[in-house]
């Protein structure tokens, strides 16, 4: 996919390191072996997950009844409810913490690669504080109340589209987007943000404005339905096949944009390009699950030190870790204290952090410098 950059980088050109790499290493494994291996670790997962809860169903069963529901089959009649758990209720679920988490992966690895920072995420351009506080406006105000179930979904994308807005019009200069005036800017953002929530819930101080605060900013799977999935698979989908077509672009965005230029690349319409990519698709997955931190920032870095720094290797890897990394964390999430439910965000930063300061104190690796 050409349209984001002048022209594509010579095919002689080496891999450059991404960020918090020290060089493009590569396991020795060959990538279709990879991913032939991770599909099937991934499916196991999904059936494992769809099976597993309150009410468990044996992995054999579990696939008669999805089998049922994909070509119309007959059950028992004592064998409905465990059915419309299976189908209606947590199929859904897992299939959505599938792109979720294949999205925060793959939308991790290119604004790490746009703004040339090994620590920004998904989240870094504020677009998450940004989408909570729509939520959060619709779920208090009765807005959008037109749209029914779906209507806080949609505040949370319009506030997501619109601190995208805000970011990209203030870190906008004469040479395009600036990489440090793009993560300042984001940060500055979702302080705001976060202030605009705080405001609505002081004054505004009933359970629901709480309760809807504490989902946006932890996340969760709770309330996925069939409805829901539509606009995320296509997000998650197109984003990750155009960012992987943009691999090679991204290799040498990489090396800062004066090398960038030399090499034919225009890295003022590349990155322009990247940030509404990224912008609309890190907005379509928080309208869904609300904010979960730490896979967009740390899955990245695990698939390179496995990979190597080539962001067509780490863009076909990393949304299948994530998304295995996603379906076992929601697992966790609702069953460890079940009945009761952990916000998902708390199990992922139980993991990512320990992960993340485990990759910092690496020998070898490095994060934007020794």
């Not at 959060?136 to 619109?162: E, K, M, P």
């Amino acid at each position: 996919m050409r349209s984001f950059s002048a022209a594509a980088p010579p095919a002689a050109e080496p891999h450059p390191a991404g960020p918090g790499t020290e060089g493009p290493r590569s396991t020795a494994w060959p990538l279709p072996l990879i991913v032939v291996l991770l599909v099937c670790v991934l499916g196991v997962s999904v059936l494992l997950a769809i099976g597993l809860g309150a009410a468990a169903v044996p992995p054999g069963e579990t696939l008669r009844y999805l089998w049922a529901a994909l070509t119309g089959g007959s059950i028992k009649a004592d064998e409905v409810t465990a059915y419309q758990i299976i189908w209606q209720v947590r199929t859904p679920r897992v299939i959505l913490a599938v792109l979720v988490g294949a999205g925060l992966s793959a939308v991790g690895v290119a604004i790490q690669a746009m703004v040339r920072n090994a620590l920004a995420d998904p989240f870094v351009l504020g677009v998450s504080s940004g989408a909570s506080a729509g939520a959060v406006a619709v779920s208090v105000s009765g807005a959008l109340t037109v749209l029914g179930i779906y209507a806080v979904s949609a505040g949370a994308f319009l506030g997501a589209l619109l601190v995208s807005a805000l970011v990209y019009l203030a870190s906008r200069g004469a040479g395009g987007l600036m990489p440090l005036r793009l993560v300042l800017t984001g940060v500055a953002m979702a302080f705001g943000f976060q202030a605009v929530m705080s405001v609505i819930v002081y004054f505004v101080p009933d359970g629901e404005a709480t309760s809807t605060v504490l989902f946006w900013s932890m996340g969760g799977f709770g309330a996925a339905t069939w409805g829901s999935l539509p606009v995320v698979t296509a997000a998650v989908v197109v984003s990750a096949v155009v960012l992987r077509r943009l691999g090679r672009s991204l290799d040498v965005l990489a090396l800062g944009d004066e090398t960038s230029l030399s090499l034919g690349v225009d890295t003022a319409r590349l990155r322009r390009g990247l940030f509404v990519l990224t912008s609309l698709a890190t907005g379509a997955m928080v309208a869904v699950s609300g904010a979960i931190g730490f896979v967009g920032l740390v899955m990245p870095h695990l698939v390179r030190l496995w990979v190597g720094a080539a962001h067509v290797r780490v863009l076909t890897i990393a949304p299948l870790v994530g998304a295995i990394f996603m379906v076992w964390a929601d697992l966790v999430a609702r069953t460890l204290v079940a009945p009761r439910e952990l916000p998902i965000g708390a199990i992922t930063a139980l993991v990512g952090v320990p992960v993340f300061v485990t990759l910092l104190r690496r020998r070898g690796y490095l994060f934007g410098g020794r």
